[in-house]
T-cell receptor
Framework: GEDVEQSLFLSVREGDSSVINCTYTDSSSTYLYWYKQEPGAGLQLLTYIFSNMDMKQDQRLTVLLNKKDKHLSLRIADTQTGDSAIYFCAESIRYSGYALNFGKGTSLLVTP | GAVVSQHPSWVICKSGTSVKIECRSLDFQATTMFWYRQFPKQSLMLMATSNEGSKATYEQGVEKDKFLINHASLTLSTLTVTSAHPEDSSFYIC?????????????FGPGTRLTVL
């Protein structure tokens, strides 16, 4: 499928906020997701947003959706060293059930 | 929360052999399971969608005769890489789909690393 674009790398200091950006491709995607992958581990669903929403907040996570620009962002407040991981943005693929089209992932490094 | 397991977690095999990978949903039933492939520093690429009791739907460019998928029950799907070659070496990840709070959600297995010598 077409590419879901993400910046590849982000480094922040502990306690700062992190913002990971994503541009998706399918304007008809029903849901957009953020997954976290730690080294050697499977993907963990962090949060999702329905396409008719602009914003969703879940504890330290804030998801913003700009449907017009097909832009999705994930903000992590008070970033901790345990947040260091690869973060994948994904859009639902309507033609294939609810399979997902993933971005390449953003490696987040949190330094003390 | 929903748990999906994969077995084996890693496998090394000789070129020309076949390898079977199992994907199980441990605490829920999944009518649909998905198989992805992930190359180093790359995204997950969807290989096929597997529905219980029916033939899998393969994505364009994925050879159905090479990657055999069986979804015999609501908790088990298998991927068999037939006549594996070094270029098949990759990280294979399955996911199982279910409704969670009304949202179509996939829960991912931990992945299987295949190395073909």
């Amino acid at each position: 499928g077409e590419d879901v674009e993400q910046s590849l790398f982000l480094s922040v200091r502990e306690g700062d906020s992190s913002v990971i950006n994503c541009t998706y491709t399918d304007s008809s995607s029903t849901y957009l997701y953020w997954y976290k992958q730690e080294p050697g581990a499977g993907l963990q669903l962090l949060t999702y947003i329905f396409s008719n929403m602009d914003m969703k907040q879940d504890q330290r996570l804030t998801v913003l959706l700009n449907k017009k620009d097909k832009h999705l962002s994930l903000r992590i407040a008070d970033t901790q060293t345990g947040d260091s991981a690869i973060y994948f943005c994904a859009e639902s693929i309507r033609y294939s059930g609810y399979a997902l089209n993933f971005g390449k992932g953003t490696s987040l490094l949190v330094t003390p | 929360g929903a748990v999906v397991s994969q077995h084996p977690s890693w496998v090394i095999c000789k070129s020309g052999t076949s390898v079977k990978i199992e994907c199980r949903s441990l605490d829920f039933q999944a009518t649909t399971m998905f198989w992805y492939r992930q190359f180093p520093k790359q995204s997950l690429m969807l290989m096929a969608t597997s529905n219980e009791g029916s033939k899998a739907t393969y994505e364009q460019g994925v050879e159905k005769d090479k990657f055999l998928i069986n979804h015999a029950s609501l908790t088990l799907s298998t991927l068999t890489v037939t006549s594996a070659h070094p270029e098949d070496s990759s990280f294979y990840i399955c996911s199982a789909g279910t409704l969670a709070e009304g949202v179509d959600t996939q829960y991912f297995g931990p992945g299987t690393r295949l190395t073909v010598l």
